[in-house]
């Protein structure tokens, strides 16, 4: 089952020559999702091959370098004659806002747009095996992160034991590895627990957005294999990330590591650092215990499955 999150935009406030504005892409197999939407999202999404099939876009705020590339996607869906409703996820008391920008050009698109508010804690997308969860952040706007958390796998199939107890091969495996018990020509009982192991871990990505580092965060990110962090500073200028509602890559690396996430995506690196921005991965990755890493626009992470 694909889980793979592509960067459209890793730039702060401020775009540079070779970094967007914020904007992640993320495919779970084929259901596509995107993460803000910066100014010029859109060309991102054409020049990286990620298609256009989204039908949730999930706002943290809305500063204008996280929502401005909205009405031009519209626009773009709307000539392309898309007819299916598109779901924008806005943080409660921004509903407004996000309605204005999607009729900005004075037309509004003949497709449905429906605008919902929510809040830290609200499950926001309650799919078959997986949900998205909208956790508190603290950024200087109303605003909110979000993590894919995918429902727990079947424990695997233990096929040599099951033929150790008489089950023929057939049918009756399919039975067991679904939960259900069979009954042998002879009468006796099998039951799934003597043939299916524990149940297995799904996987666990989540997007901060902007946000001064927060404890809610290590409990949205608990075990994740992908925490994508706000890291718009180097830890010299972590006094300028408070003010502002930002992080350092050192406090994102020791959230990460409260979190015991797997890998860490330093995002949202500020303008000042072009040139030299993969300082900020030098300085996450000293303090991260596992994986840190600074994408550049166009990287696309698979996230494997965590027994893989």
Same mark, same amino acid.
């Given at each position: 089952m694909t889980l793979a999150? @592509? !960067?459209?935009? @890793?730039?702060? $406030? +401020?775009?540079?020559?070779?970094?967007?504005?914020?904007?992640?892409?993320?495919?779970?197999?084929?259901?596509? !999702?995107? !993460? #803000?939407?910066?100014?010029? @999202?859109?060309?991102? %999404? %054409?020049? *990286?091959? @990620?298609? *256009?099939?989204?039908? /949730?876009?999930f706002l943290s705020h809305t500063h204008g370098d996280h929502v401005l590339g909205l009405p031009g996607l519209l626009q773009t869906w709307d000539f392309n004659e898309r007819d299916r409703a598109i779901a924008i996820h806005t943080p409660n008391g921004t509903r407004q806002l996000v309605r204005n920008l999607t009729s900005a050009t004075g037309a509004r698109p003949s497709y449905p747009v429906r605008v919902h508010e929510v809040g830290p804690g609200d499950t926001v997308l309650d799919a078959e095996e997986y949900e998205v969860r909208a956790f508190e952040t603290d950024h200087r706007a109303k605003s909110v992160g979000y993590a894919l958390i995918e429902d727990d796998r079947k424990g695997r199939f233990d096929r040599e034991r099951a033929e150790e107890l008489g089950v023929p091969v057939g049918p009756r495996f399919s039975t067991l590895h679904a939960g259900d018990a069979v009954e042998l020509d002879d009468g006796t009982v099998v039951h799934p627990d003597e043939v299916v192991g524990d149940p297995r871990p799904g996987r666990t990505v989540a997007y901060t957005g902007d946000t001064r580092p927060i404890g809610a965060t290590v409990e949205a990110a608990a075990d994740a294999d992908l925490l994508i962090h706000d890291a718009t500073f180097l830890d010299d200028r972590r006094e300028r990330a408070g003010e502002t509602g930002h992080s350092t890559a050192v406090q994102a690396a020791e959230i990460a590591n409260r979190a015991n996430a797997k890998r860490l995506a330093l995002t949202h +690196?500020?303008?000042?650092? $072009?040139? /030299?921005?993969?300082?900020?991965? #030098?300085?996450?990755? $000293?303090? *991260?215990?596992?994986? $840190?890493?600074?994408?550049? #626009?166009? #990287?696309?992470?698979? +996230?494997p499955y965590p027994d893989d």
């Open positions: 999150v @592509t !960067f459209l935009g @890793t730039s702060g $406030a +401020v775009p540079t020559g070779q970094r967007n504005t914020s904007s992640v892409f993320l495919r779970r197999e084929g259901d596509c !999702f995107l !993460f #803000d939407c910066g100014e010029g @999202t859109q060309r991102q %999404m %054409m020049r *990286f091959g @990620t298609g *256009f099939g989204i039908d /949730h876009i +690196v500020s303008s000042r650092y $072009a040139g /030299h921005e993969y300082d900020i991965e #030098d300085e996450g990755q $000293a303090f *991260f215990d596992g994986e $840190a890493f600074l994408p550049d #626009d166009g #990287d696309e992470i698979e +996230v």
